[in-house]
């Protein structure tokens, strides 16, 4: 069975300091990735995807993550935190039926964000 | 980017009574959509999986006959709420897959897109 999970219930940081938002996932096969952003009472934002190439993948709003595949990671980084990065960050990842059109996204429990200025 | 649009964004109901919500991809077909629901400050739990023409393939634990679901077209999905009881408030949010189509892109090269979310207060 595939899997994500956010080992953080809640990250800190200090406006202007890296960030950090952990995800491990546990697939068969390939793993196709995602992290998405919520900000309240909002439906998802795309930041950025896995899908294969470069283990380095740059998304939206200055994030990127980190393909990880010994450790199974696909970490979510910021090198300069903004207060207005402060939001809910879900890591997901795609799971395949046969014929299917596109897949059902399995996501992790959320990692709310807070930046500080 | 594809946009996915979802109605209404709040709602409050009687007990009782139903609530439909709609869900649209704006530019691009969508031949399956995905209903989720999530509980403040939770993940998403995918509850149905719409398929455009044919039955809708519900998760494990969810009503098919209390959210009712129907993919009418390539570019709506409703979700009706039937006999809404408290316990249905929630957070429903839909999505879809662009299948990038239109581009010049591999066919892998897809990502899926949310509506803005329903928030369902039943009183």
């Known amino acids: 069975a595939q899997s994500v999970a956010q080992p953080e219930d809640q990250v800190n940081v200090a406006e202007g300091n890296p960030l950090t938002v952990k995800c491990t996932y546990s697939?068969?096969?390939?793993?196709?990735l995602f992290w998405y952003v919520q900000y309240p009472n909002r439906g998802l934002q795309f930041l950025l995807k896995?899908?294969?190439?470069?283990?380095l993948v740059k998304g939206s709003y200055g994030f990127e993550a980190e393909f990880n595949k010994s450790q199974t990671s696909f970490h979510l980084k910021k090198p300069s935190a903004l207060v207005s990065d402060s939001a809910l960050y879900f890591c997901?990842?795609?799971?395949?039926?046969?014929?299917?059109?596109?897949?059902?996204?399995?996501f992790g429990q959320g990692t709310e964000l807070s930046v500080k200025p | 980017g594809a946009v996915v649009s979802q109605h209404p964004s709040r709602v409050i109901c009687k007990s009782g009574t139903s609530v439909k919500i709609e869900c649209r991809s704006l530019?691009?077909?969508?031949?399956?959509m995905f209903w989720y629901r999530q509980f403040p400050k939770q993940s998403l739990m995918l509850m149905a999986t719409?398929?455009?023409?044919?039955?809708?393939?519900?998760e494990q634990g969810v009503e098919k006959d209390k959210f009712l679901i129907n993919h009418a077209s390539l570019t709506l999905s409703t979700l009706t709420v039937t006999s809404a009881h408290p316990e249905d408030s929630s957070f429903y949010i839909c999505s879809a897959w662009d299948r990038g189509l239109r581009r010049t892109v591999q066919r892998t090269n897809t990502e899926a897109f949310f509506g803005q979310g329903t928030r369902l207060t039943v009183v």
């Open positions: 530019d691009f077909q969508a031949t399956t």
């Open positions: 719409s398929n455009e023409g044919s039955k809708a393939t519900y």
């Open positions: 697939v068969s096969g390939n793993p196709y």
């Open positions: 997901a990842v795609r799971s395949w039926r046969l014929g299917n059109q596109g897949g059902k996204l399995i």
């Open positions: 896995y899908i294969t190439g470069d283990n």
